[in-house]
């Protein structure tokens, strides 16, 4: 698997994101600059992992969305190359239209980093393909802006679609405004692109993978990732 | 030198906050009347925030070597060595005055001033803990101050990038107009590029790093180092803005010059900006140092010499660079879109030449600048030995179970995650032990290695009897590394106390720092850095005295830490160590019986040491299936919160016929630790101790969903885990409503 690790100034989850890129997948990502114009060629996946983009202090994912380094993730993603968004990734995927929404301030008005539960809503995606249907899996946030919202047309698409790949629940898959600690409508965690090749999450399952370190449920996507771009080879 | 400068009167030395002596002491030193910007120089290096004129004698006795020790006091953070080439870098410091006047900004900058810290070494931040003293939750300050802080601490560091994995915060009316703010940060770097202040070499190039310098902060170190009246707040012009996005380019960017060898010293600017941080250098390395102002990078135009060497703006660095080096440097700053400035060089002269707009506006000899600041032995007194609280003469007003309920949901031994979440305390991808336990644990690099980190101190025992306070501080520093399994190397301190100028608090002060010494001493664990805080203090009542220490400790292997959750029923609990049943200044008798008084529990460093060691082979060993050391609230709170961690009850055996029960259970003995075994091993473990010649003994088993004492109603761990995690989230609510 050729990935990148796309990097705005006040990303601060990439390294985090390479080494599990690497851990994975055994290949080492490479980190593209936000000044660069072009992707490495052979890119298989280009990632935005998060942090604070220009220190998120205009719009979160603003100023990122407009980089040079996005024109070229949008004519990836236009051909149907693979492109996933975490955390300010998310924000910034939104803001520069590869998907649709916002991400507004958590409802509680802080910033809330904790193990949260996602139910996985269909497994026939090159995201979840790890993982079952249905399948409940523990993966930390940790985000001051993570309520998504969009308008109601827009959710009803996303909804008819099976575009929401994530959502907030209890431990028990049930869906649970005490478990959606922030507000996000419908418990929404992360959405697809209409052409199903664009996912943004809020939660980090970069930073579950490792065994020795505690739960591994996030290595679930990478694993599927590195599967299914190894069955379209 | 210019004439529009203000005229030096008496009236202007005082604003300065230097004494007509301390002026005397600077005519005599340079032969004539200071200029303006001169003056200004003076009071920001001679005040006590960076002179140390009170504490300085007295910092003398701590110990700060052993074999592991790199870099002890003295430079801008310590280093110790943790084997395979790798350094740990690490400091606390305090940002109480700002957190006071301007919470959310004083905390985030005294979180970015501290990483600043660490990394201007070459080291990589890995961690951030934090030690938060806030008044009474009913003073109307209190909620404001909390939320602020807390936003604050998070909100520099999670945007910078680094996990904030541990820390203490409590609530007492001492510190009601004085909060506390101490962070520390710990970095890891390659032994051999530890990068220094001093500069070498005449004719370098000094070189301008980071953000613009503005009028903010001016006079902070000064503010600092005075007592507030009322009126405080009006001070809110002196607290400096925090721009964590530039701090985090700036870590890239200093790393990346370093990395390529282009630095011969660095130094952060950090209180009293430009100007500390020059003198430094130049005193640090033997040589003069000229600055020409005209080419330091502004934020707005017309600033004076003297705003622009007093400006406290955040995110800068000074950096003295290898000349054949300069383009790519420049090349560096540039991609990462900071500014890079040279705006001086190293002289033979040994003289601190300062030129504005073609004028010489300062002209000091630069090592007295920092040597010939006056030191004070200020005179102190020893606070009155408190009288020995005999258990026997508490009478407990309420049943253990009833007690127990009501400390676990008490401010000071309540859960803090509605503090903690609001810090990303997992990125990195390397905390194997997040907050709430004993001690954080983050792994080294990709491991096996992990460092244990702390940060620990019990006020009120430091008021009742200010040495036993500071021996219990570094005692209950190394514990908490030992109980997860860790090898403890060395602490910083952050000295936190009042008005050095009154004895008594002096008095607090000297005991503190010789119970501290006495501590590292016994248990070979240096002070390798540390900050001290004095004129903590509001209309004339002091703080309570609060020496935080951060410890720092090292574990071979993170997957054999231990932690405090119970991890299987029928599991036998063992305590080590003596329990005398002491109330004196416990939590039992300031929170059940409204009572702060009597000595604190004494701490036997041998004990301790004894103890300590004997817990670790046992986690070593992997016998330790849980552990946990005994601090606020005694035996019962510690066994509630191995409890709640797990969701498991225990079965708890009678105490001693001969100590009442409420000084067994909640009494505050020193050196102490419970740790649970399989019950087939409980046997063999307490032969163990005994013939070690330490106390071992079996007090309960692990199982039900209860904590069942002999006599008492049961305590469903569902309850007392509610009313754990209720008071802090109900309280902040309730100033939102």
Partial sequence: MNSAVVVFPGINRERDMARTLKLVSGSEPAMVWHAETALPSGTD????????????????????????????????????????????????????????GVLMRNQALKFICRDVYLRVERSDTPFTRGYNAGQVVRVPVAHGEGNYIADGETIARLEGEGRVLFRYAAPDGMID???????????????????????????????????????TDGRGLFAGLVDHLARAA | MTSNEPKITPELVAEHGLRPEEYQRILDLIGREPSFTELGIFSAMWNEHCSYKSSKIHLRGLPTKAPWVIQGPGENAGVIDIGDGLAVVFKMESHNHPSYIEPYQGAATGVGGILRDVFTMGARPIACLNALSFGDPNHPKTRHLVSGVVAGVGGYGNSFGVPTVGGQVRFHTRY????????????????????????????????????????????????????????????????????PFSEKLLLEACLEIMAKDCVIAIQDMGAAGLTCSAVEMGAKGDLGVELELDKVPCRETGMSAYEMMLSESQERM????????????????????????????????????????????????????????????????????????????????????????????????????????QYDHVILGNTVQRPGGDSAVVRVNDGPKALALTVDVTPRYCEADPFEGGKQAVAEAWRNLTAVGAKPLAITDNLNFGNPEKPEIMGQFVGCIRGIAAACKALDFPVVSGNVSLYNETQGRGILPTPSIGGVGVLDDFTGSASLAFKAEGEAILLVGETVGWLGQSMYLREICKREDGAPPPVDLTEERENGDFVRALIAGKTATAVHDLSDGGLLVALAEMAMASGIGAKLDAGPVDTPAHAFWFGEDQARYLLTVKASDAEKVMA???????????????GGQALALPGERAILIKALAERFEQWLPMYMAAGAA
């Fill in chain 2, 688 to 702: 163990q101790g005994r013939a070690a010649g330490l106390q071992v003994h079996q007090i309960g088993m692990t």
């Fill in chain 2, 318 to 421: 000074l950096m003295v660079l290898k000349p054949e080096k300069e383009a790519e440097a420049e090349a560096i700053f540039r991609k990462w879109g900071l500014d890079f400035a040279i705006v001086g060089y190293t002289t033979p002269s040994k003289r601190f030449v300062v030129k504005h707009g073609g004028v010489v506006m300062v002209d000091l000899p630069i090592k007295e600048l920092g040597d010939e600041a006056p030191v004070y032995n200020r005179p102190f007194s020893d606070p009155p030995k408190r009288p020995v609280l005999k258990a026997e003469s508490v009478r407990p007003p309420m049943a253990l179970a009833d007690a127990l309920e009501r400390l676990i949901g008490s401010p000071d031994l309540c859960s803090k995650r509605w503090v903690w979440e």
């Fill in chain 1, 45 to 100: 996946l280009v990632v935005i992992p998060g942090g604070f983009s220009y220190g998120d202090y205009l719009r979160c994912g603003a100023i990122a969305a407009r980089s040079p380094i996005m024109d070229a993730v949008r004519a990836f993603a236009g051909q149907g190359g693979l492109v996933l968004g975490v955390c300010n990734g998310f924000q910034i995927l939104c803001e520069s239209g590869l998907l649709p």
């Fill in chain 1, 177 to 215: 405004p005490n478990w959606n600690h922030n507000g996000a409508i419908n418990a929404i965690a992360g959405i697809l692109n209409d052409r199903g090749n664009v996912l943004g999450m809020m939660p980090h399952p970069e930073n579950h993978v490792e065994p020795s370190m505690g739960p």
């Fill in chain 2, 176 to 243: 009601d107009g004085n909060n506390l703010v101490n962070a520390m940060a710990v970095g890891l770097a390659e032994t051999d590029k530890i990068f220094y202040a001093a500069a070498s070499g005449v004719g370098m190039p000094i070189v301008y790093l980071g953000s613009k310098t503005g009028r903010d902060g001016i006079h902070g170190a000064s503010m600092a180092s005075a007592e507030f009246g009322e009126g405080a707040e009006e001070k809110r012009p002196t607290v400096q803005v925090g721009d």
